[in-house]
């Protein structure tokens, strides 16, 4: 017996010990990326580059910063590769694009070990939508879940921004250092795919031809991509199923996925349009929202508190309590940042004035607010919970 009780004291030593050393770790922004930096440069984006026969076009690869850089020459990526030919560069821009975006869903599954979740599991021979999560962030009560929510555009599941990955990396464009920032300090996280709403049969049909076919000229490898990426409105676009908006594939998600969670403390990280998609989510679901979620990190949000919430007491209240806002500000990191339009609740500056650098720049300000708030709520239920005296027992 006392052999095991001192075994038990040793277990819990270290484990305070390990978690003192994560806290301090998140305290300092000194969270490892080694690992992940690694784990990238060994699924070469080169690779997954030749296996769609578009090698010729795009000659880089992610080196060991996790920047994009030309295999030959080490430089960044050049957009003008035809010469005083914008529209073909654009097209071959959108190519890289696609690229990525595939690229970094791979990364979700391997590097950072999320699992790919189709909404509406039932209709499984119609085009639909998807998202990432970790395995346990269903079934785990214990640790509260993180939410990314991107800004709107071409940013799909994993990208913070597509021109920040292009230009400054993936530890800048991508959500991966996040997630892997979360993961470490026992957050489950989903990782939302909004943007996600239509389907182009053309283009999958000829997409899925240039990654199949052996084509040896370059110059019919570009005419390839410039029928892939027509500038023509898609005539054969059809809308994924419960996901025609981000607005709709939130409230789906929220619906069949996240309010099943018992237990679950919910945080959301939202930028840009990805902060008005959650404002309305809050009105759609208000009581259940209010109750789940217990803080928000919005990023430079598109979000217009009158328009969205009125004047609904509640819903005011709730925001400044829950809320707090990173905005593009020459100020340090973290230093109240006022505007004269919005004032619902604290804004602080993201330590940047780059639009793209504003989801990087800001994380560790972002965390250290989700545990100052989960404590502040972890404090809140406790002082509610009765105890339970002698004298209470009395009848």
């Known amino acids: 017996m006392q052999e095991s009780n001192r075994l038990n004291l040793l277990a819990n030593f270290i484990g305070n010990k390990l978690t003192a050393k994560m806290e301090m770790e998140l305290r300092d922004g000194n969270i490892k990326k080694e690992n992940w930096l690694t784990m990238t440069q060994e699924l070469s984006f080169q690779k997954f580059i030749e296996q769609s026969d578009l090698l010729e076009e795009f000659k880089y690869d992610f080196n060991e910063k996790a920047e994009l850089r030309h295999i030959e020459t080490q430089g960044p990526f050049v957009f ?47 085009p639909r939508s998807f998202f990432f999560m970790s395995e346990k962030a269903f079934t785990n009560h214990h640790s509260p879940l993180l939410i990314l929510l991107q800004d709107h555009g071409v940013f799909r599941a994993g990208q913070w921004s597509q021109r920040a990955i292009v230009h400054h990396g993936l530890q800048h464009g991508s959500q991966i250092p996040c997630i892997q920032m979360a993961l470490q300090a026992h957050y489950d996280v989903i990782v939302l795919n909004p943007n996600d709403n239509f389907v182009d049969l053309k283009i999958e049909k000829e997409w899925k031809g240039l990654s199949t ?9 570009m005419v390839e991509i410039e029928s892939f990426f027509s500038l023509q409105k898609p005539l054969q676009c059809i809308p994924k199923r419960c996901s025609n908006t981000p607005e709709e594939y939130m409230t789906y998600v929220w619906d069949y996925f996240i309010s099943k969670t018992e237990g679950k403390d919910v945080a959301f990280i939202a930028h840009g349009y990805g902060g008005l998609v959650f404002m309305d989510l809050l009105v759609r679901r208000k009581s259940e929202v209010m109750s789940k979620v217990y803080a928000v990190a919005l990023i430079d949000s598109q979000h217009h508190v009158r328009h969205q919430l009125g004047s609904d007491i509640q819903l005011l209240a709730w925001i400044k309590h829950h809320c707090r806002e990173w905005v593009t500000s020459p100020k340090p990191l973290n230093k109240p940042a006022v505007t004269v339009l919005k004032k619902e609740f604290p804004m602080v500056s993201a330590g940047t004035e780059k639009y793209d650098l504003a989801p990087s720049s800001s994380l560790q300000s972002i965390f250290k607010y989700f545990k100052k708030a989960l404590r502040a709520k972890t404090n809140s239920n406790s002082s509610h919970v009765p105890i339970v005296t002698r004298s209470s027992t009395k009848i």
């Open 213 to 221: 076919q052996k084509i040896e000229s370059s110059s019919l490898k």
């Open 80 to 126: 003008n590769y035809y010469k005083n030919v914008p529209e073909r560069n654009s097209k071959r821009y959108h190519a890289l694009g696609h690229l990525l975006e595939q690229y970094i869903y791979e990364l979700l599954e391997k590097v950072c070990q999320l699992q790919k979740v189709y909404i509406s599991p039932e209709a499984d021979k119609e």
